[in-house]
């Protein structure tokens, strides 16, 4: 018996995913694989702008609540992370064992969005991080999902590639919150601008079951459906753990994640503080270049590691684990510049480099992992980085920004020398992909020589 015949999700839908056979010919599979692709691309854009459009939004906020530093960097770090986290593999568990995954999409995005609509009517920090926290919670499940999703939908060679083109909605939904944000906010207020950020979502999750259907699970896959039966969460973690790819694949991710995580945070308040910019200024200008650069690279990421991953996998990582170092000399003489205008245009070459590592390492954290643990696979995936990346990023940087400003006496000059500090912390996850690409080159000989 398969994996989908005997999941109770089926009453979610009233009707059993598509087996490949049974949706027609080429060119409607690959009508759907695109449809599919398209729409949770758009919702991982929502899903972006809805946690980072508080980014832009951070000075406004501390004025009106009067808050610190660490307590900025918690509702836009920790509130969203740490919760965001700890609903991600249950979610996940629930996932791999069968539940319908295009209607609990359409649930957590409607759920996303009223949480961050929410936020926009809090009258103090406690009322605001819980509303944060609400996000925080509805999104948890989005990630799994979709990549399970997608490597359904995709074969494995093709697989890397769709998950960068999956992973512009990061970019995408930055550039959206950071300039929409600001726009709205300088016009308005920083509460309508969470109203305008929030109601989009809650059309997509009306569309997306209307629209798609659930793909067979392991499909796309050697492994025969019926063979990928659901396995037990302890014992998931025990087969994931001795690939030591895998690991070190999650730990570099999680280590940019959090430099990445944490200096995107800060950026708009630097450029506020340090060179007098406004907040449509901030906004727009750093949206559309973290945006278009996040693009280029994401897909640049996933346009070489089918290139040069399709038969070494190794091959995937060595171009992200170069631009990952490349990225601390050129982000920190940035950091530098004299004027924000300087600033912003020697910050677009780190940002394209910053974008090179993330199609590759989710591909490889699907492929690495059985068909019946994918969802628990991205889940792990998702909690380290989030857990390491949102949560923590943000936060450490405030408290660095803090205490750098008592002891040079300025907030502006604090931010930075947090800002650069932080960007250092790019090597050890640059460490942990080269590992990564180490072990996968082993294992590979291996396999190799195993078939001789």
Known sequence: MSQEQHTPAFAMTGAPPIPPAATGGAGQVLARRKLMLFLLAVIYTLNYLDRQIVVILQEPIKADFGLADWQLGLVTGGAFGLFYTSLGIPIAQWIDRGVNRVRLIAVLTAGWSVMTILCGITRNFGQFFLARMGVGLAEAGFTPAAHSLLSDMYPPRERPQAMGLFAIGVPVGIMAGLSLGGIVAQLTDWRTALFVAGAPGLIVAFLLPMLTREPLRGGMDDTPPAAASPVGFAEALRILARRRAFVHVLLGASVCSFAQAGVMAWLPSYLIRGHGMNLAEAGLSLGLLSG?????????????????????????????????????????????????????????????????????????????????????????????????????GPLVLGILSDSFAALRGDAATGLRDALICVTFTLAWGALHLFLAARHLQRETRENAAGQA
């Open 292 to 392: 278009l650069c996040g693009m280029v690279g994401t897909v640049a990421g996933g346009w070489q590691a089918t290139r040069f991953g399709g038969l070494k996998p190794q091959g995937m990582l060595w171009i992200p684990v170069a631009g990952t170092l490349a990225m601390i000399p050129l982000q920190c003489l940035a950091l530098m510049a004299g004027s924000g205008q300087a600033m912003l245009l020697l910050m677009i070459v780190p940002l394209i480099f910053g974008g090179l590592w993330t199609a590759p390492s989710i591909a490889l954290s699907q492929g690495l992992a059985p068909v019946a643990m994918r969802a628990r696979a991205s889940a792990i995936y998702v909690v380290f980085a989030n857990l390491v990346g949102v949560s923590m």
